[in-house]
């Protein structure tokens, strides 16, 4: 099993920055993938970042490309979200998942298998 926690959330402005961490614990060496969701209110899960452990390829969302960036630091079993230009539409939950599986499709959060307990953050105007 994998345990994964998020951290980092939290208020901004129009413009600011933010970084989300996910700490993974427990049967870290089998996580594929690792990436990052969010979820607005009244829609859909999406996909806003991955990158895969061993060789560092990275894949964004349309939306966030350009402004976020997705690191990991594999000795301490953790993955990040860099987020720069917020803007009010960033404003959700913010969620890490992995899968162990690296043939999984990275933007389909039907492949990961494990998932954070989610991070809020709010963008104002």
């Known amino acids: 099993q994998v345990q994964l926690v998020e951290s980092g959330g939290g208020l901004a402005q129009a413009g600011d920055s933010l970084r989300l961490s996910c700490a993974a614990s427990?049967?870290?060496?089998?996580?594929?993938?690792m990436g990052w969701f969010r979820q607005a209110p009244r829609k859909e899960r999406e996909f806003v970042s991955a990158?895969?452990?061993?060789?560092?390829?990275?894949y964004y969302a349309d939306s966030v490309k350009g402004r976020f960036t997705i690191s990991r630091d594999n000795a301490k079993n953790t993955v990040y979200l860099q987020m720069n230009s917020l803007k009010p539409e960033d404003t959700a939950v913010y969620y890490c998942?992995?899968?162990?599986?690296?043939?999984?499709?990275?933007?389909?959060?039907?492949?990961?298998?494990?998932w954070g307990q989610g991070t809020q953050v709010t963008v104002s105007s």
């Open positions: 998942a992995a899968t162990d599986y690296s043939s999984s499709i990275p933007y389909a959060k039907n492949e990961y298998k494990y």
């Open positions: 427990g049967r870290t060496f089998s996580s594929a993938i």
């Open positions: 990158i895969r452990r061993s060789v560092g390829n990275t």
